[in-house]
């Protein structure tokens, strides 16, 4: 046996990288970290943008509503096509789409134009394309990933991706913001999709080719749908993941009022909050990279989902800047691995035929419940106050996951055989009937 350190360093970063020797995934790790930095840096201006015009958390709530209540309708029709079309040149679409509308608001912020209309428009353009970008993206993994075993690994790549983007830039937005103001974070953010347009245009997909006998769209929502709510387990996740988007996600939404009202502070208070809730995301993608199995994701479903209320509830009552952060870190660690074990679990069980479709359902999962959780939150924070929010939406969290916990040995008697059956995880069959008790 080699126990020699530097042998074991390697290959302990070949495990967690192992994804990166697909060269089409290489390409779209690349073109995603430069685009995703910008995604954030403006998703942070904004948010600034409209707490500075409006001074109102309901306003903050309303917004993010634009944004996101598209994804609750349109994405299901997504889906379909996810299953129907090439995943590759739809992808090239709405990310072209996407950096249009991110250099109409440039435009109109640099320019002194900005109305809030004007944001909530082009929010709630930007909402439709996202609608359509969200299923076809997480479906496209498993099209650039040609041994299923380590599509894992590719799902905890790109969330590390996406929470390294959350943790460079908000900090860098809060500077910018603080500095030559939001339009600078908004142009950013229209140059940074050029990165992903060009990784997307390098890339050589051999996909298999569709079926021809299309049934109509709305038939195939529902077969989908139906699919879904059959198979215990993918359902006891969206469901999981839906109540917690629905009630905890909106502490995100809530930050800017802590960090002026609360904190006393300014962009960059902002910036530091949310990039800390961005650490700990970072975090918990690597400890999913680092992963070699897939099975007992289950039962870290159900841990992380209530360390994400615990934090929240923690967070809500501290005064204290350091202790915030740190709640904010930790609140990102549970989100994240609850969101990408989900996505994981639900890729390697779904039928291919259908897995464009779950995706969709995933997508509105997760962030169709966001809007209406955004709008609660807001009307909320105005009558009780943002604290006395989040501090009921983190206990109904805590709530939802001790549910969950509890469903965990049926759910495994119902997903290990597949795993078996795809040989995916060899090492399924010696004994793996370990369970949470709650």
């Known amino acids: 046996m080699n126990n020699n350190p530097t042998d074991l360093k390697i290959n302990r970063i070949g ?60 994405t299901p029709i997504a889906g379909v096509y996810a299953d129907r079309h090439n995943r590759h040149h739809l992808l090239l679409l709405t990310q072209s789409s996407a950096m249009t509308l991110a250099f109409i608001l440039a435009g109109l912020v640099l320019t002194g134009a900005i109305r809030v209309w004007h944001i909530f428009v082009i929010n709630g353009l930007a909402g439709i394309t996202f609608a359509f970008d969200i299923p076809v993206r997480q479906a496209f ?48 953010n229209a140059l940074s999709y050029l990165t992903i347009i060009v990784a997307l245009g390098l890339m050589k997909i051999h996909l298999a080719p569709k079926i021809k006998n299309r049934k109509h769209v709305l038939q195939e929502i529902r077969e989908g749908f139906h699919y ?5 387990s993918i359902k006891s996740i969206l469901l999981l993941l839906a109540l917690i988007s629905l009630m905890g996600i909106s502490y995100q939404i809530l930050i800017p009022v802590f960090a002026k ?51 929240v509830i923690l967070f809500s009552v501290s005064r204290v800047l350091w202790l915030s952060l740190l709640m904010c870190c930790l609140a990102g660690f549970g989100m994240m691995v609850q969101m990408a074990s989900s996505n994981t679990v639900l890729q390697t069980i779904v039928d291919e035929d259908k897995r464009g479709r779950i995706m969709s359902f995933y997508a509105v999962a997760f962030m169709g419940s966001m809007p209406v959780g955004s709008l609660l939150a807001g009307l909320l924070a105005n009558r009780i106050g943002a604290p006395n929010t989040l501090l009921i939406g983190g206990s109904c969290c805590l709530f939802f996951a001790v549910l969950f916990g509890r469903q965990l040995p049926s759910l495994q008697k119902e997903i290990h055989p597949i795993y078996r059956e795809k040989g995916i995880i060899p090492e399924v069959a010696q004994g793996m009937q370990s369970t949470i008790r709650f």
């Open 15 to 74: 495990l967690l990288v192992r994804a990166l020797r697909y060269r089409n995934f290489r390409l779209f790790f690349t073109g995603q970290l430069f685009s995703l930095v910008g995604s954030w840096m403006q998703h942070v201006a904004l948010s600034w943008l409209i707490y500075r015009l409006t001074h109102s958390p309901l306003m903050l709530g309303l917004t993010a509503f634009m944004g996101q209540i598209p994804i609750l309708f349109l």
């Open 141 to 188: 993994i498993s099209d650039m990933v040609e041994k299923k075993e380590d599509l894992g690994n590719a799902i905890a790549l790109n969330s590390s991706i996406f929470n390294a983007a959350r943790l460079i830039g908000p900090a860098c937005a809060g500077v910018l913001i603080a500095t030559v103001g939001e339009g600078i974070c908004f142009l950013v």
């Open 228 to 232: 879904a709510m059959t198979f215990r």
């Open 261 to 311: 009202d609360i904190f006393h502070g300014g962009p960059h208070v902002f910036g530091f909050l949310v990039s800390g809730s961005g650490a700990g995301a970072l975090l918990g993608a690597v400890y999913l990279a680092l992963r070699r199995s897939v099975v007992g994701l289950e039962k870290i479903i159900a841990l992380t989902s209530g360390l994400f209320g615990i934090s």
